[in-house]
């Protein structure tokens, strides 16, 4: 990443080329004055490497004789520009103005960095991405890498610090899952879209449609929370953060807030982001709610958000959990499999809910009679692959790919009452799911409370274009799930979108008067009546 630094300003800059015939002593450049931006500007993909370094100072120690940069340009100057002796030539088709300081830290360039891809974007404050990009010569195949510059210090976030989630006036509360959009540095390729019809389409660039489904829901649902539930990032990403910043520019530019967890894919490759330098990009960014979690808890990316209600109230309404369901692992069992959810989150969720509903009983002014939770993880618990799972509003349509082990999480869940769970993965189902009621009855019960059903398992559906959208010989449209919270009457609801749908797809209720829905079954094995319509 860039300068960082809100204190210092940018001297110089210039770019080094290296072979593996060069002599290092003869590339490297005095790294007392210079600081070398650590992204590969080919990305790894030729002989030569390149880098930027970046020569800055400290501002309390400039004076009216030291030269800052003022201004960067990439490619042919304009006559009028280049007409001023100021500009300088560097590497890459690169111009700089330096100009003497003169104490005004708005006018001087105190961060530079590195984006890849013709369709990067930067949503950071201040940032401004550099159009052309550099000139390189790189293969045509290796996205383009542009600078993106920062004029000023670095100012707290715009929402910063950030409100607390609330609910509407009207007591509700609207989420949009997006799940498995995995975005990639630069624009990715699509070969299972359909038209309308069903009819297959030509190969083409999937990040810009992923990009123009997202932009088109989110401008229909107009949410309270977007949570991204996963695989945010394909495999072996040159750039983590060019393709982050893809997922969540959309978000931004709507003034959004969203959360997110992780998928087994985001950290997947040798030159990907770790999780917890992808939660510390996104924690930094505007409208975020991201939070990496406790430390000895395992996994990055364990939290949990409040929604309260309207306007000042600190009442509780709802508490949506978040739970890092880990990556792919070497496995004898099965193939793929992946990390379980383990027991330290396991006892962290309990102990966090239990103190919650502690708080919330203590609490004189709580008059709520509903407290509704959710918890959204990626890959699915292993419950989502019972046989006798009772599947309403969507498709079973590929099997459930979870954890060969089970620690039975769920049963922590139903223990606690969460309502529903949500989760990505498998990008064509698209099914929510209850278990019958005498799976319950292995689950421990409080003296003479009848048994919790429920959590309702819910799958989001896959909604990137550079993931698969389709199984077996048949294609599927990209989808996304919506959640509603009403908290004045205690009710879930949940619909999906739908690639060219104007309307809702499978709008099913959940919850009504704070309990999950009665199963499709009585307990004797009878049909009874539906409390969860799938409306088509």
């Not at 609910?167 to 540095?185: L, N, P």
């Not at 309270?224 to 695989?231: A, E, K, Q, W």
């Not at 709008?507 to 829905?517: F, K, M, R, S, T």
């Amino acid at each position: 990443m860039g300068c960082e630094d809100a204190r210092s300003v940018v001297t110089d800059l210039t770019i080094s080329f290296w072979s593996p015939t060069d002599n290092p002593s003869t590339c490297a450049l005095d790294q007392q004055r210079w600081h070398r931006i650590e992204k590969e500007l080919f990305l790894h993909t030729a002989q030569q490497s390149a880098w930027l370094h970046i020569a800055q100072a400290k501002e309390k120690e400039l004076t009216t004789d030291n030269f800052v940069v003022t201004d960067i340009r990439v490619g042919k100057l304009h006559p009028s520009i280049g007409s001023d002796n100021s500009w300088k030539s560097r590497p890459g088709g690169i111009w700089v103005l330096r100009s003497k300081y003169t104490g005004e830290c708005h006018q001087t360039v105190t961060g530079v960095d590195v984006l890849f891809g013709v369709d990067a974007v930067d949503p950071r404050p201040q940032w401004a991405l550099i159009r052309p990009p550099l000139q390189l010569n790189a293969p045509s195949e290796v996205p383009v890498a542009s600078l993106s510059v920062r004029h000023g210090r670095a100012k707290l976030r715009p929402d910063s610090p950030l409100t607390a989630l609330r609910a509407r006036e009207d007591g509700k509360f609207k989420i949009v899952q997006i799940s498995d959009t995995h975005m990639v540095t630069g624009v990715g390729v699509c070969k299972d879209a359909i038209d309308a019809h069903g009819q297959p389409l030509p190969e083409s660039e999937a990040d810009p449609l992923t990009i123009d489904f997202l932009g088109g829901i989110l401008d229909v649902e107009k949410p309270d929370l977007v949570i991204l539930t996963g695989d945010q990032l394909h495999h072996d990403i040159l750039d983590s953060q060019s393709a982050l910043f893809k997922v969540v520019a959309p978000l931004i530019e709507r003034s959004i807030p969203y959360a997110a967890v992780f998928g087994n894919h985001d950290s997947e490759g040798a030159y990907t982001l770790s999780r917890t330098a992808q939660m510390s990009i996104l924690q930094d960014l505007p409208f975020s709610f991201c939070q990496s979690g406790p430390e000895q808890v395992d996994g990055v990316g364990n939290y949990y958000l409040q929604v309260f209600a309207h306007a000042s109230s600190q009442v509780p309404l709802s508490t949506l959990y978040f739970v890092d369901s880990h990556e792919q692992i070497p496995s004898k069992i099965q193939n793929p499999d992946y990390g379980w959810i383990t027991q330290s989150q396991i006892d962290w969720f309990t102990c966090t809910s239990q103190a919650l509903r502690k708080a919330r009983e203590k609490d004189d002014n709580h008059h709520n009679r509903f407290h509704l939770s959710l918890a959204f993880m990626h890959i699915p618990l292993p419950e989502y692959g019972d046989s006798d799972l009772i599947v309403r509003g969507g498709h079973r349509r590929e099997p459930t790919k979870g954890p060969s082990f089970n620690l039975h999480f769920y049963n922590a869940l139903a223990e606690e009452g969460i309502a529903a769970v949500g989760c990505g993965h498998d990008h064509v189902n698209d099914f929510c799911g209850l278990r019958p009621q005498q799976t319950h009855k292995e689950l421990k019960q409080d003296g003479n409370k009848p048994p919790q059903l429920g959590p309702w398992l819910c799958y989001g559906g896959g909604s990137g274009f550079g993931g698969y959208g389709s199984y077996g010989e048949k294609r599927y449209h990209r989808r996304m799930r919506v959640w509603e919270i009403d908290t004045s009457i205690g009710a879930i609801k949940t619909w999906k979108r739908v690639e060219y749908s104007k309307e809702r797809i499978d709008e099913l209720v959940l919850v009504e008067n704070g309990a999950v829905v009665t199963s499709p079954y009585d307990t004797d094995g009878c049909t009874s009546d539906i409390a969860a319509q799938a409306v088509l």
